[in-house]
């Protein structure tokens, strides 16, 4: 299977409720990266966090890491409309491990009003 | 300042001819990097370039796919001999530098629909 699974494949919650995707890899990365997709085109990066990090906040968006499970979770809080998107998690190799990052299959989430 | 930039937006060919899909990366940025990505699915690594280095062409499908950066800006995918299995949306992606440091910046895509 895939380096970067996320998990649930497809996601639907009412607007105002916190969503939760999460990502596992299998090889030892030395950063994992959540980007946004709408409809279909140009991926829009969200967050970084580097391999010695656990957890990392920017906005309503809450990432943690968990390198021992190979695990990683992305939760929006209080989510819109316009939060309704594809995410993907992509997993970027240690030095020396080659230079491109991997990712997964996307969760899609429906923010519904 | 300019993000990335790909053309065409959408390209419609048929079966047998080549094609050539161009990307603009952001400015001061080494890296570039090309996926494709199929419906409903993830990206699929193509090809990498950082500065003068020797580019990683490791996920290329095939060799009628094939790919130049000049002067370290712009780069251009070519595919020889389409097939329809080439359909996708092609994503160029530019960085400060290699993935295991920097976030990457994508462009909006180019949709190949080959007929």
């Known amino acids: 299977s895939q380096q970067g699974e996320e998990d649930p494949q497809a996601l639907s919650i009412q607007e105002g409720e916190n969503a939760t995707m999460n990502c596992s890899y299998k090889?030892?990365?030395?950063?994992l990266q959540w980007y946004r997709q709408n409809s279909g085109r140009g991926l829009v990066h969200l967050i970084l966090?580097?391999?010695?990090?656990r957890e990392k906040h920017s906005g309503r968006l809450r990432v943690t890491l968990d390198t021992s499970k190979k695990s990683s979770s992305l939760l929006i809080t209080a989510s819109r409309a316009a939060d309704t998107a594809s995410y993907f998690c992509?997993?970027?190799?240690?030095?020396?491990?080659?230079?491109?990052?991997?990712f997964g299959t996307g969760t899609q989430l429906k923010v519904e009003l | 300042g300019a993000g990335v930039s790909q053309s065409p937006s959408n390209k419609v060919t048929e079966k047998g001819k080549d094609v050539e899909l161009r990307c603009d990366p952001i400015?001061?940025?080494?890296?570039l990097y090309w996926y494709r990505q199929s419906l409903g699915q993830g990206l699929e690594f193509l090809i990498y370039?950082?500065?003068?280095?020797?580019?990683?062409k490791s996920g290329l499908p095939s060799d009628r796919f094939s790919a130049e950066r000049t002067g370290g800006s712009v780069s251009t995918l070519t595919i020889q001999r389409t097939q329809q299995e080439d359909s996708a949306v092609y994503l160029c992606?530019?960085?400060?530098?290699?993935?295991?440091?920097?976030?990457?910046?994508f462009g909006p895509g180019t949709r190949l629909t080959v007929t």
């Open positions: 992509a997993t970027a190799p240690q030095r020396g491990g080659g230079n491109k990052l991997t």
């Open positions: 966090i580097r391999s010695n990090e």
């Open positions: 400015s001061g940025h080494t890296a």
């Open positions: 090889t030892s990365i030395n950063n």
């Open positions: 992606a530019s960085s400060l530098g290699p993935s295991f440091t920097y976030e990457q910046y």
């Open positions: 370039f950082q500065g003068n280095s020797a580019p990683d």
